[in-house]
């Protein structure tokens, strides 16, 4: 198979704008990947399952990744003038990382046998920008994959034909994978609550209805 | 004997014998049946939405989830370790590859070498996994066809076999947790393999008996050919991987294209079908456990002393260093793969499991549309999927 520069120059040389870098991995594994704008990813797709000499026909595995909102700690050595004197000085600049969601998709081919070719795609931000393409016209296995990611990470995929809830229930509300995620107090009932399980359940008991100050008399003897 | 042909309107037939008001088509009307999720042939808690006019299929629509705890996200919140058992409960049939799959990614992540005794274990309990997944699916297959009982429990004496084996090497006949990344838990001794020496050669038998029974019988082969027909570019296009894909004629199997592990050391033969339909998946089972007892009794006769495990490998406080993988095996369902993303820390920033059984149901409505719903059963039964995968 062409080097990831190649299939990139190819790509970019092929689909008019499109805009790729190469995400490197710094792992062992060795598979690093390309980034696709939004714009132009079923342009690039269909020109990497296209191109006779890639044919990449098989997406094998279509997933979400959730980057969160992060601050950069840079340390940088700085001349100044401290007391007439000049000195290096270390100074900290933290610089804010907005979070996005990510999708990737590990493209194989079956008819040359190589691969894979991993792309991915980043949305603008975690909130109202969390939208992408679908790349399922063009890889029909990104059908119920991209389903998950939006049923999981909350990802909209423009051009799906069907995008619902597939794993959760059709009335939830948030989206499970993101990393902030936090589980709804679904409180049940137990029927001999102690220690961690009683201070949960004392926030759902209501307090006992006054009825004729029995209750009153019981309580004061302790 | 007269031979006067008749030409018979069945409708115009039908509506002289029936009063007027009653007739037996439903012109265009769709009746919508939820079928399932407790359906006995749906292979666990499955549900079709299906719009059906009289008794054939213009509309289906799985839906799943009713076994999902996100399996994903217990990933992502356990060590690399803590996630070994827990892909045991994924494809519940097939603990051992899920297991491989698993191992094979984190090594991939962190760059680990096998010994080679455990790489040939590893081959040895995924093709006896192979055996016992496929000879169970061709039981419940036919047990779907309405072939109650007897196929079942012939396949089922043969898999009851193999999970003795498993429980005696790693201690649980289906949740196995049997490798770590960098081997095997455990070593097998010599009357472990003897004995499965034993099991593999009687395989054959029950392979020749069962064929002999189902192959050429005339209630299977009208159930199953021409029903539920795939093309190979769709099968390609929408991810189908396993005896499904090959059974619509491509040549992908993932232990000769890969090669990982061993496979490329034995010698052996990737049955390809030719029509897609249901009874070339069912025949691309049987061919498929011949080819494993062929790699298995290799395997045998190949296979080194030495350690097992990689004795540089941590496996409590592991911590692969930053960077992401992807590793994938042929399992028996299909391409069964993990995606890990690590950040240097003890738990994996991103554990992704890629399901054969889940990304084969996306082609189900195509398979369907079109047959009957005593055919939508068989071609379920065909796709072959646990739900313990599907829904993680």
Known sequence: ?222 | MSATIQTLDPVAEQSTRLPPQMTSRLDGELLEVSMGPQHPSTHGVFRMNVALEGEIVRKLKPVFGYLHRNHEKIGENTSYLGSMPYTDRLDYFCSMTNNWAYALSVEKLAGIEVPERAEYLRVILAELTRLQNHASLLGFLLSDMGAWGTPLMYAFREREKILDLFESLSGSRMMCDYMRFGGCRVDAGSDWMERAKKIVDFFPRFLDEFENLIVENEILIARTQEVGKLSAELAINAGITGPMLRACGVNYDIRKVDGYGFYPRFKFRVPLGEHGDTYDRLMMRVLEMRESVGILKQAFEQIPAGPVMNPKVKLRAFRPPAGEAYGRIEGPKGELGFYLISDGGPNPYRYRVRPPSFINLTVLEDLCLGHTVADVMVILGSVDIVMGEVDR
């Open chain 1, 1 to 222: 198979m062409e080097s990831l520069e190649q299939i990139k120059a190819r790509a970019e040389a092929a689909v008019a704008g499109a805009k790729i870098d190469i995400v490197p991995n710094p792992g062992p594994a060795n598979q690093p990947s390309l980034l696709i704008d939004n714009e132009h990813a079923a342009a690039v797709a269909k020109f990497l399952r296209d191109d006779p000499a890639l044919r990449v026909d098989f997406c094998s595995n279509a997933t979400g990744v959730d980057w969160l909102d992060r601050t950069v700690k840079k340390t940088v050595k700085v001349k100044k003038v401290v007391d007439g004197v000049e000195k290096d000085v270390d100074e900290t600049t933290e610089e804010k990382v907005p979070g996005f969601l990510e999708a990737v998709y590990h493209l194989y081919s079956m008819t040359h046998k190589h691969g894979p070719v991993i792309i991915r795609m980043r949305t603008i931000d975690r909130v109202e920008g969390a939208r992408l393409p679908s790349l399922t016209s063009i890889y029909r296995s990104a059908e119920f994959q991209e389903r998950e990611i939006f049923d999981l990470y909350g990802v909209r995929f423009d051009g799906h034909p069907d995008l619902r809830r597939i794993l959760m229930w059709d009335e939830f509300v948030d989206y499970p994978m993101r990393k902030d995620y936090r589980e709804p107090d679904d409180y049940e009932y137990e029927p001999t609550p102690h220690d961690d399980v009683l201070e949960k359940a004392k926030q759902h008991y209501s307090s006992r209805p006054q009825l004729d100050g029995a209750e009153n008399i019981t309580a004061q003897q302790q």
